[in-house]
């Protein structure tokens, strides 16, 4: 739930302004911008969401390793791939008039996934040592 937080406070403190920013730079001169609260709301719901969700892909690549449904090579193998998916689903649930909100999303999930699936593969459990072989 933390990273689903994270993600969309990421949206609110990032995203959002430069969002809204390219709105009134877009704004033609003469035109007074004027937001329908409904809209507003509507669209920061949808952004909170998906950015949410985003932030949640560490956890389901945890999820996905440890059942069993995919396998870390496979992770690594198609890395490519991963990555386009990324930016096309970013594509998809960004609005199409924010270009940079496309790359927001993408690049958060990119840097929430990182530059290898070693998030999907702990660190190995060390030991505990025997107390039969050192009574210390």
């Not at 933390?2 to 709105?23: H, K, R």
């Not at 009134?24 to 719901?45: I, N, R, W």
């Not at 909170?48 to 560490?58: K, R, S, T, V």
């Amino acid at each position: 739930m933390i990273l689903f937080y994270a993600g969309s406070v990421f949206s609110y403190f990032i995203v959002f302004p430069v969002i809204f920013n390219f709105f009134v730079m877009t704004t033609p001169v003469g035109v007074e911008m004027m937001t329908d609260m409904t809209q507003y709301m509507d669209f920061a719901v949808l952004l909170f969401f998906a950015f949410g969700l985003a932030f949640e892909i560490p956890v389901a690549t945890v999820l996905l390793v440890r059942t069993g449904l995919v396998k870390r090579e496979a992770l690594t193998q198609n890395r490519g791939y991963v990555i386009l998916g990324i930016f096309i689903i970013a594509a998809f649930l960004t609005p199409p008039d924010a270009v940079l909100a496309d790359a927001h999303g993408g690049a958060d999930v990119r840097a929430l996934r990182g530059r290898r699936p070693d998030v999907s593969h702990p660190h190995p459990r060390q030991a505990a040592p025997d107390p039969e072989r050192d009574p210390a």
